[in-house]
Structure formats: structure tokens, C-alpha cells
């Protein structure tokens, strides 16, 4: 079996390779080939079985040009893993409040279509409350994403851009984020990731740690509700949640496209990884 993982553009900034190689080498270890490809110029695909775009990094910086690929891998019948309309689906966060509308336990977001002062105000009353954090709706590696108090002055960099609002809530630094990484809709593992002294965004680039851990009591009937709410089946997820101030777990965000899945705290070196993307080909 032979597959074509996506990795970023030449020149991407951030490093990668300390994903993609841990991906690279459980899959091969499991039977499968597989051939790094920037998801800019992916070529084609004839003679592959799998197309993963687990390392797409930097899709969220040209999204058109990453909607157009979904839509090419559809007109094309691309093997690929997880299928289109669910990495459309997953690929704008505006998905986090249809899960909090289906009843699903999620952070409290209000979409803003223009980020300024008014409409931020509105969003904090909203929410309840003075702390909030902005993100992008379509992001990655925390790009674009600040906390900020009453006081504080909106960032030039999202002042005046569609963005999300949700509450700062502090065990994100106080516990952590846990990440439950699922094959086949079933959990395989789980981290635990903090953030460096006096952050709040857990990833690796910008200081936080990881370490492997039982997940809390409910993550995994959270992580399946939300699973379910997608518009189709997952063979790879991660399930981002936190522990909200009123002490119950929520969803921070599901990674469905390009997630880090941490394979090396998985059981069995990783093999039921290949096995879901085995089972997603047949």
C-alpha cells in the first residue's frame, strides 16, 4: 500500500518534521509506503492508495486555494483520508458553536464579523465576562490568537477581521488541554499538553509540553458526540478539551484535518493508526 502525506509549502517556518516523521515511520512500519508531498503542488495521484493531509500545515493561509484542492480531490475520486466534506467541514471553526447548538459540551464562541471595539464589547457581555480570547475562525498553530482584557487594545494583525470570541478560561493553565486521539472512532490515546509559565496556548513552537495520561472522567462520550456531529466518518481524529470554571470538560476544538496525534504514546507502535487508514481504503 503506497500514500502521499501532505507536509507544508517550501519555506514554511514552523517546524514540522518532528510530526511527519513520527507518522512517516509508524506507517511504514505497518505496511504502508508513504511520499511527502507539499499540499501546493501535490501532482498526481495515480498509483496511490491513501492521500493524508496530516501535515497540510499553513492550509488556513490560503484557504481558497485549499477549498479548490478539496474540490479537485472530489471531481478526481482521490483516496483521500478523512473524506472532503468532512475536512470542510472541519476546516472553519464556526463549526464549535453547531456543536454547542447540538447540545454537545463546547467553549461558550460568538462569531464577530468585523473585530472592533463594539462588537467585542457586545461579545463580552455575551460571554459574560472580561478576559476573552480571539482566534481566527479558519487558523492554525495559534496564528492570529490573543487574550485580552477590558483594557487591552485590539491587535492591528485581527482588528476588522471575521474572528471568534470565547472566554479566557484559566485551566487551560492551571490543568492543561487534553488531546484524545481516536482511529476508527475509537480512542488509541491520550496527552496531556500545558503551556509554558505565563502562556496559554499549548503549542510546541511557542514552549508547551506534552505527556501521555488517562483521559478525565466523560472526554471520551464528549469526544464520540462530537465525532458524530461531523458530516462523515473519521478514520483519524484528535479531541481537543478543557475543564471549563464551573469544573465540567468541553470541546476546545476537533482536529480532523492536520493534527499532531502524538503516535509515539500510542500502544502497539502506532498500529491501530494504520489499521483505521487500512480499513477507510477497503
Keep these: 500500500m503506497r500514500a502521499i502525506v501532505l507536509t507544508p509549502e517550501p519555506g514554511y517556518a514552523e517546524p514540522w ?4 516523521d513520527v507518522e512517516r515511520d ?18 498526481a ?19 481558497r486555494r485549499w477549498l479548490d484542492l478539496l474540490d479537485r480531490a472530489e471531481r478526481e475520486h482521490w483516496p483521500l483520508v478523512n473524506p472532503p466534506a468532512v475536512l470542510r467541514w472541519n476546516g ?11 447540545g454537545i459540551p463546547t467553549v461558550a464562541t460568538v462569531e464577530v464579523a468585523s473585530l472592533d471595539g463594539p462588537a467585542l464589547e457586545q461579545a463580552r457581555e455575551r460571554l459574560g465576562c472580561g478576559w476573552v480570547v480571539v482566534k481566527p475562525p479558519i487558523s492554525g498553530a495559534a496564528e492570529g490568537t490573543y487574550r485580552l482584557d477590558a483594557c487591552d487594545a485590539i ?3 485581527v482588528e476588522g477581521r471575521r474572528m471568534l470570541v470565547q472566554p479566557f478560561e484559566p485551566g487551560i493553565a492551571d490543568e492543561g488541554e487534553w488531546s484524545l486521539m481516536l482511529f476508527g472512532s475509537e480512542l488509541s490515546h491520550a496527552i496531556i499538553k500545558r503551556p509554558r509559565a505565563g502562556d496559554f496556548r499549548v503549542q510546541p513552537h511557542l514552549g508547551g509540553t506534552e505527556q501521555p495520561c488517562e483521559p478525565p472522567d466523560g472526554a471520551l462520550e464528549i469526544a464520540l458526540a462530537a465525532l458524530a456531529a461531523a458530516p462523515g466518518d473519521a478514520s483519524y481524529a484528535r479531541v481537543d478539551l478543557i475543564r471549563r470554571g464551573d469544573g465540567a470538560l468541553a470541546i476546545m ?20 493508526f494504520a489499521s483505521a487508514l487500512r480499513a477507510a481504503v477497503r
Design 155 to 157: 491587535p492591528a494583525e
Design 45 to 63: 495521484v495515480e498509483g496511490f492508495d491513501l492521500v493524508l493531509p496530516l501535515v497540510a500545515w499553513g492550509y488556513n493561509r490560503d484557504y
Design 92 to 102: 472553519d471553526k464556526a463549526y464549535l458553536a453547531e456543536l454547542g447548538l447540538a
Design 253 to 272: 476544538e476537533l482536529e480532523l484535518i492536520e493534527p499532531a496525534l502524538w503516535l509515539q504514546h500510542a500502544p502497539a507502535g502506532g498500529a491501530a
Design 26 to 43: 509508524v506507517l511504514e512500519a505497518n505496511g504502508i509506503a508513504v511520499e511527502g508531498r507539499p499540499w501546493t503542488d501535490i501532482g
Design 17 to 20: 518534521a518532528w510530526t511527519f
